[in-house]
């Protein structure tokens, strides 16, 4: 089965840095993603990893380490339009790659 | 590159009847997976395609629910005796390969009467 936990919700102050974190346990464990979704939107894709470490794009870092089964989400230099949900989502599986999503924490970036 | 498109984006029928869903993907990706996202909690799978095969359903996922790709390219979702449980945003994803992103469509938001 498949366990995913990530906080329900974070405030944080336009130009700051948050972190996200999530814990997974999941069989047959093959990379993870992160998510964004605005209220009433679709999920956009932000960041996959595959290995341990830090991968880097822009504003937007994300961090695995799959001994522990834990992973962060890091927004710098928040902005007001970063308010939104972040999902946490293991991938599992090497024919159908299913992913499975958390719940998502609810960020709301204030001035 | 067009995005992932769906249709209707929102549909409101009465408890029993049956409703159908179109997802367009993109164009050149051959997989297409099917989500549930209810208020409050992350999009749960439902189904997945490589092309026209449909190669994994959700056990939690009812008879009443049923998936077709017919040639490999949209693909519909169909939900028989539709209940007020059914009441959701309905997602589709679609990848070109094997752990690429998902891309979402807008959804198609069901309420149920």
């Known amino acids: 089965g498949q366990n995913i936990d990530q906080p329900t919700e974070m405030t944080a102050t336009e130009g700051a840095i948050v972190q996200i974190n999530c814990t997974y346990q999941?069989?047959?464990?093959?990379?993870l993603f992160w998510y964004q979704q605005h209220a009433g939107e679709a999920p956009t894709f932000l960041s996959y990893?595959?290995?341990?470490g830090l991968e880097e794009k822009g504003r937007f870092s994300s961090f695995l380490s799959r001994s522990k089964g834990y992973s962060y989400l890091l927004l710098k230099e928040l902005q007001m339009k970063d308010s939104a949900s972040y999902l946490c989502?293991?991938?599992?599986?090497?024919?159908?790659?299913?992913?499975?999503f958390g719940k998502g924490t609810k960020l709301s970036v204030i001035p | 590159d067009t995005g992932v498109s769906q249709d209707p984006r929102h549909k409101i029928t009465k408890r029993g009847q049956n409703v159908t869903f179109r997802c367009d993907p993109i164009?050149?990706?051959?997989?297409l997976y099917w989500y549930r996202q209810t208020l409050g909690q992350g999009p749960e799978f439902l189904t997945y395609?490589?092309?026209?095969?449909?190669?994994?359903k959700s056990r939690l996922l009812s008879d009443r629910f049923s998936a077709e790709r017919p040639k490999g390219s949209f693909s519909t979702l169909e939900i028989q005796r539709t209940e007020q449980g059914d009441s959701a945003m309905y997602l589709c994803?679609?990848?070109?390969?094997?752990?690429?992103?998902?891309?979402f469509g807008d959804g198609t938001r069901l309420s149920i009467l």
């Open positions: 994803a679609s990848s070109w390969g094997l752990n690429q992103p998902q891309h």
């Open positions: 999941t069989s047959g464990f093959n990379g």
């Open positions: 990893n595959v290995l341990d």
């Open positions: 989502a293991p991938g599992s599986g090497a024919g159908s790659y299913q992913l499975t």
């Open positions: 164009s050149e990706h051959n997989r």
């Open positions: 395609f490589q092309n026209e095969a449909q190669l994994e």
